[in-house]
């Protein structure tokens, strides 16, 4: 009896050829999404940088150039605040389609008081969530044309704590910044974890998956001059908490994973290995309460609403 060939292990620096294939970054100027830029840009596919600042885009291409020789980057301006703005943002992409996308960027607050985008939305659940999900309307028809389109979601570790409040989505009544981002988190996990139910309802070709990075320090990252810089002081005194995480280089690799992986199915969730704090990839059990579709359908409908999207998101 033949037994079927094993897919080789899965290395984290040295993943798969992707030459000839599109990614679209969401703030992939910095952070996770510069680390994931970097690491896909190496395995020969055109990665395109979306953020609001040209300069930091120009930064960040810079110094991937710098480590990637011959990478394909190039920028598009995109600004997740703005809703209005997302559809010429798409066009100006100029493709015809589009392999992947991570939606990745995000805004973390610390400190009150709430702030709102031009839009009237709380900002970070009008960045983090509601600019992705109308995004996706505008990238349906080339992630559809693509042979294998993928969305990858960028949740966190704080998702896990948190649940939604439906009936308080913007954080009106009580905002507390730390909560609420970690709930605008879990509203991006959510909807990419009904985004791939609702793909497969209409046997769509376009996968959605969930990755998210762990305890991901500053202190712990290489320094990436001028896009991040960390002193060797810094390092030092981070030394004790890289026993349980880990830097933003390593916490792009479930990103990366589940843009690149054949054999990742939708409806995924991928983290670090050990604890899902740090370490190699891996899938994780995806927690109750991200994927609950009574939850996930309600916030759906609001989303749409609020984002004044097509309630399919452009999927058919």
């Not at 910095?30 to 840009?41: K, S």
């Not at 596919?45 to 190039?74: E, F, Q």
């Amino acid at each position: 009896m033949s037994t079927a060939p094993q897919s080789r292990p899965w290395d984290v620096h040295r993943p798969p050829s992707a030459e000839g294939r599109t990614f679209l970054i969401t703030g992939g100027n910095a952070g996770i999404g510069y680390f994931a830029a970097e690491q896909l840009a190496a395995t020969g596919a055109v990665v395109v940088l979306g953020s609001r600042d040209a300069a930091k885009a120009d930064a960040a291409m810079t110094s991937i150039r710098s480590r990637v020789p011959c990478a394909h980057v190039r920028h598009l301006q995109l600004d997740l605040a703005d809703l209005s703005s997302l559809k010429t943002a798409v066009d100006r992409l100029d493709l015809d389609h589009l392999d992947a996308v991570v939606h990745n960027a995000g805004v973390a607050l610390d400190e009150p008081p709430r702030r709102e985008t031009k839009d009237g939305h709380e900002l970070m659940f009008g960045t983090n969530h509601l600019g992705h999900f109308a995004l996706t309307q505008w990238l349906a028809p080339l992630l559809s044309a693509a042979p294998a389109g993928r969305i990858v979601t960028v949740g966190s570790f704080a998702a896990r704590s948190e649940r939604l409040d439906l009936d308080d989505l913007q954080s009106t009544r009580d905002y507390r910044p730390k909560r609420t981002y970690g709930r605008t988190k879990l509203a991006q996990m959510s909807f990419g974890f009904e985004l791939d139910r609702r793909l497969r309802a209409v046997g769509s070709t376009v996968l959605s998956v969930v990755a998210h990075p762990g305890g991901a320090l500053d202190s712990l990252t290489p320094s990436r001059p001028p896009v991040h810089v960390t002193t060797p002081g810094e390092r030092l005194r981070a030394l004790p908490a890289g026993l349980l995480v880990q830097g933003k280089d390593a916490g792009a690799w479930p990103v990366v994973r589940a843009v690149l992986d054949s054999e990742i199915q939708g409806g995924q969730l991928w983290g670090p290995r050990a604890f899902g704090l740090r370490g190699r990839p891996r899938r994780e059990p995806v927690p109750p309460h991200m994927a609950d579709p009574a939850v996930a359908a309600r916030l759906w409908a609001a989303s749409s609403e609020l984002a004044g999207t097509d309630p399919n998101l452009g999927f058919r």
